[in-house]
């Protein structure tokens, strides 16, 4: 079964940096597009940041460009968010995700984790 945990979200102080882990299992991740969105309360789920299945060309959203960075390790099974220069308008829950269509089937696989909170406050 497919199952992406996050894991690194705490209070930190504006200005500051924290790195997000996502750790996949149950699914063959070098081949999944892996990304981070984030959700702050009363607003939408947005996309922060994804990578291709085998890293390369990463695309950011304006908001972070800059300041955040993508990156994975297919060895490991894991993918990570580094933060940098956080301002409180980054507090949200930040998700991983997973995602890939079967060139063959065309079925389309698209697997979230649980959320973790980061909150940026002095």
């Known amino acids: 079964q497919a199952q992406l945990v996050e894991s690194g979200g705490t209070l930190v102080q504006p200005g500051g940096s924290l790195r997000l882990s996502c750790a996949a299992s149950g699914f063959t991740f070098s081949l999944y597009a892996m990304s981070w969105h984030r959700q702050a309360p009363g607003k939408e789920r947005e996309l922060v940041a994804a990578?291709?299945?085998?890293?390369?060309?990463?695309n950011y959203a304006d908001s972070v460009k800059g300041r955040f960075t993508i990156s994975r390790d297919n060895a490991k099974n894991m993918v990570y968010l580094q933060m940098d220069s956080l301002k409180p308008e980054d507090t949200a829950v930040y998700y991983c995700?997973?995602?890939?269509?079967?060139?063959?089937?065309?079925?389309?696989?698209?697997?979230w984790g649980q959320g973790t909170q980061v909150t940026v406050s002095s």
């Open positions: 995700n997973a995602n890939r269509r079967n060139p063959i089937t065309n079925r389309y696989y698209n697997y």
């Open positions: 990578i291709p299945s085998f890293g390369g060309s990463t």
